[in-house]
């Protein structure tokens, strides 16, 4: 049975989503079935893919709605509001 979860996450690391934290949601979601969509400003992109992430081009404070669809998706979808929550792991300047 597939789930689906969508929550909207903001992005908090003062760089915003480049290639590291593009790195990081892709690594994180490899990890998991579900599959992952990500909206910004009108662009729909595949969350397992980091060109398409870095296509977003998210900055300090944007908001992004995220989907997730599949059996693991709430887990997925908990990972992913830890790294956005945590600013993936980088030192605010």
């Not at 908090?12 to 079935?33: E, F, K, T």
């Not at 599959?35 to 992430?53: A, D, P, T, Y």
Request: one cysteine or more; glycine letters at 10%; aromatic letters at 4%.
């Amino acid at each position: 049975m597939a789930l689906e979860c969508s929550k909207t996450l903001r992005v908090v690391n003062d760089q915003g989503l480049h290639a590291r934290p593009c790195h990081s949601i892709v690594s994180a979601s490899l990890g998991y079935q579900s599959e992952v969509r990500i909206r910004c400003g009108g662009r729909e992109v595949n969350g397992k893919s980091i060109l398409e992430l870095m296509t977003l081009s998210a900055v300090l404070g944007t908001e992004l709605d995220v989907q997730v669809r599949g059996q693991d998706a709430e887990e997925l979808m908990a990972k992913l509001e830890q790294l956005f929550a945590g600013g993936f792991g980088e030192e605010s300047a």
